[in-house]
């Protein structure tokens, strides 16, 4: 055989190793990373407290809720766990006690405690910080906000509250009994903003003269103030300004609308 002959065969059998190889080789598969377990979570939806995400075991489940019921009391929990024996220890004090705040969730991924919500005042986020042990101050992702809203709700309430004006008695800057109790509502709603500066507005109707008027409103103003301050509102906080009868709101020339100019108002800055 010559060696053009052997060459040939040669060719043929490399090519005929390599396309059996090819054939015969098993692609190698890919294996899909394992799904982590969900985040342990718990949080407040339509007035009612959730707990989901994934917790090792249904004893660690049944601890769980028994734990949040005891923080909880009376109010409404419901169960959206699953059980994965990949997912992480549940801590002992899991979930933390985020009761007063709005938009409430703690968070527990088996590594750091994520927070989160909406409080008047910072006092309450601070005590609900000073109240986490220890593993969770060092691991802790801190979203806990004071509301920016906070003043603009609580003008609204307020002014909700006197769609029907104070009463004084007639001609005189004495509060009848009935809006001194109105009063103690209101204070409650302004002692929520204790950094703010608070305007009590005195106004009358147009009855009688502009210089009266003045110091009539003046003195129905100071009278509210007064009556706050006894409630436990700091006098700092206070302002009065007198409007008279500049600024009417209803028409004079009725009973009623002169009764609706009759009235306090209350500007939070």
């Not at 001194?180 to 106004?203: E, F, K, M, S």
């Amino acid at each position: 055989m010559g060696i053009a002959a052997w060459l040939l065969l040669a060719f043929v059998c490399v090519s005929y190793h390599t396309k059996f190889s090819e054939i015969t080789q098993p692609e190698t598969e890919a294996v899909a990373a394992p799904t982590p377990p969900q985040p342990l979570t718990f949080s407040k939806m339509d007035g009612q407290w959730w707990l989901s995400g994934a917790v090792p075991s249904a004893a660690a489940k049944a601890a769980l809720m028994a734990q949040s019921r005891s923080k909880l009391g009376d109010e409404v929990l419901n169960d959206q766990l699953q059980i994965d024996p990949g997912a992480p220890t549940v801590p002992i004090e899991f979930p933390p006690d985020l009761r007063g705040l709005r938009e409430p969730m703690a968070q527990w991924d088996g590594h750091k405690l994520s927070l989160r919500g909406l409080a008047d005042q910072e006092d309450t986020l601070q005590s609900i910080r000073d109240a986490l042990p220890t593993t969770f101050k060092t691991q802790l992702q801190d979203d806990l906000q004071v509301d920016a809203n906070l003043q603009a709700r609580v003008q609204q309430k307020i002014r909700g509250q006197l769609e029907i004006p104070l009463q004084f008695e007639p001609s005189s800057h004495k509060l009848t009994a009935e809006s001194q109790q109105r009063l103690n509502d209101i204070a409650t709603q302004l002692a929520q903003v204790p950094d703010a500066t608070i305007t009590i507005g005195g106004h009358t109707d147009n009855d009688g003269q502009d210089k009266a008027n003045m110091k009539l409103s003046q003195a129905r103003a100071d009278s509210v103030r007064r009556h706050l301050i006894l409630l436990g509102l700091p006098a700092a906080q206070l302002r009065t300004k007198a409007f008279g009868a500049s600024q009417p709101i209803a028409d004079n020339k009725t009973s009623a609308g002169r009764a609706r100019n009759r009235r306090i108002e209350f500007t939070i800055q």
